[in-house]
């Protein structure tokens, strides 16, 4: 019995061993995920080294990761590698000079058709927005580097960009986000303010009855 006890002992702490070590595993997974947001930066510049198509194709895949209301994916991805069309839409608006200077660029856009009915119709806005950061930040993961240059909904910025990339009415370009390696090193900025943090306190309500005998 003494032998067949620390047999199951042994068992039970080879047990908390490895539970330990997964958990070391996830705090290590979760601190670098703290860490490439809080690092994060918006790369205007860039050299003109391009990614590599696999680069590419996980930044598509984090975009298509990102959180969808009622997982309708309202969205659409361009990418655009031709020089011409970058520098077109770079002339667009002011906030869009740096897809000129990416070596390429990836148009994020939204269907508001296939979202919800009535006022839900809106929430393409939050899926396209979760999207465009998903794709920021997976850049600024591998190496990279990316920004979010707003299109929508400044009208003149949508029907330029529109008209350059031949795009449907049913279509709504929301924001580029230019790609690259940045030329140069970037400091993260501190956005922190804790003014802008209120806290709503749980507290019991009376219940029906206390409600109808109070006086």
């Not at 080294?49 to 696999?54: M, N, V």
């Not at 003014?195 to 009855?209: D, G, I, N, Q």
Request: glycine fraction near 6%; aromatic fraction near 6%; charge should be negative.
């Amino acid at each position: 019995m003494l032998a067949a006890g620390l047999v199951v002992l042994g068992a039970r702490l080879a047990c908390l061993e490895t539970e330990r070590e997964n958990q070391n595993n996830d705090d290590a997974g979760g601190s670098q995920t703290i860490d490439n947001i809080m690092t994060r930066t918006s790369v205007r510049r860039f050299t003109d080294e391009a990614p590599l198509d696999s680069a590419m194709q996980t930044l598509l895949k984090a975009g298509m990761a990102a959180h969808s209301s009622g997982n309708k994916q309202p969205w659409r991805m361009i990418v655009v590698v031709d020089d011409e069309v970058r520098d077109s839409i770079a002339t667009a608006a002011h906030n869009l000079k740096s897809v000129g200077a990416a070596p390429v660029a990836i148009v994020v856009c939204g269907v508001p058709g296939e979202t919800f009915q009535g006022e839900g119709d809106g929430y393409w806005v939050a899926d396209c927005s979760a999207m465009a950061q998903n794709i920021n930040l997976a850049a600024h993961a591998m190496g990279m580097g990316a920004s979010i240059c707003a299109v929508y909904p400044r009208e003149a910025r949508v029907k330029k960009v529109s008209r350059l990339l031949n795009l449907p009415d049913s279509i709504v370009p929301f924001a580029v986000v230019p790609v690259g390696f940045p030329n140069a090193a970037c400091t993260a900025k501190d956005k922190w303010d804790e003014s802008k943090v209120s806290y709503c306190l749980l507290y019991t309500s009376p219940s029906p009855r206390d409600l109808s005998t109070s006086r």
